[in-house]
Each structure stands twice: as C-alpha cells, then as structure tokens.
C-alpha cells in the first residue's frame, strides 16, 4: 500500500465519500417524505389529535356520543329551504383558518354566539359569523351545537 492507494487503486478518501453520501441522501430524501405526509395529514382534517380540541381542551374521543358522524371527508352543506348553523357552546372558543389545532386563531368567540354553517369537515364545521369573517371551529361536543 504505496502512497494511501490501496491495491485497487482508490484513494481512502473517495472511497469513505462513496460509502457515505447514499446514506446521507437516504436521509434526506426520508425527512422529506415525513415533512410531506405531516403537511397531508393536517390538511386532510386529521391535526386535532384524540383527547384535543381547538381551544386547547379536552373533546370527545372516537366512538363518543359527541362525535360527528361520518368520517368521510369535507361534505358541502346542501343550500336548500332550511338554513343549517351552528351555536358556540363555550366562551373563548376560537375560530381557525384551517381544520386543524396549528392553524391559525381567526377570532375567539363568544358563547351564545350563532354561526352560519358553510361546511361540515370531520371533526369541524366551516363557519362564517355576522360581520363575514370566515373560518373553522370545532364540531360538536361541549364547543358547539349543529341546528339543521
């Protein structure tokens, strides 16, 4: 072994970059992919984890008398005679930007405080109150009531 070479003729050097650049990439390409599906699972209504609510309490869990039924996605509330809305059950709760925890605080409402519904989410309703501001808040439970 002449001059850092081995018998091959590659240098320790290049050979140790070859072993570990693939991992590297690896790496890589892995947190890419958990970033991605993250990012998927919050979009598709699945960011309220079981036991938390968009106030920061404690909701029903799946199974509970207080679930909203159905766990097929966003349904687009049907525009016919009757008006659907929601009520706000509790002082404080906030309305978000998105159907999801992380999403951001839109506004807090009040209790009492009467929403029109605009769309029925799993786990959240789409909502927009009297001065047209527009977002979601949690569905059912203690937080608020669906009247069709």
């Known amino acids: 072994m002449a001059g850092g070479r081995y018998a091959g003729g590659d240098n320790i050097g290049v050979r140790a970059v070859r072993l570990v650049i693939p991992w590297v990439l690896l790496v890589v390409i892995a947190l890419l992919v958990w970033g991605y599906l993250s990012q998927y699972r919050d979009a598709s209504g699945g960011g309220v984890p079981a036991g938390e609510s968009p106030a920061g309490e404690t909701t029903p869990t799946a199974g509970s008398a207080d679930t909203t039924e159905g766990a097929g996605g966003d349904v687009p509330v049907d525009a ?19 159907p999801m925890t992380t999403a951001g ?20 309703y789409r909502v927009r109150d ?6 979601w808040v949690a569905a059912g439970g203690r937080y608020t009531e669906l009247v069709e």
Request: net charge negative.
């Open 130 to 135: 009297d001065a047209g501001d527009e977002g």
């Open 105 to 124: 605080v839109v506004k807090t409402l009040t209790e009492g405080q009467r929403l029109t519904l605009l769309e029925k989410g799993t786990g959240w």
């Open 80 to 98: 016919g005679d009757t008006k659907p809305y929601v009520t706000v059950l509790t002082e404080g709760l906030n309305m978000r930007s998105g």
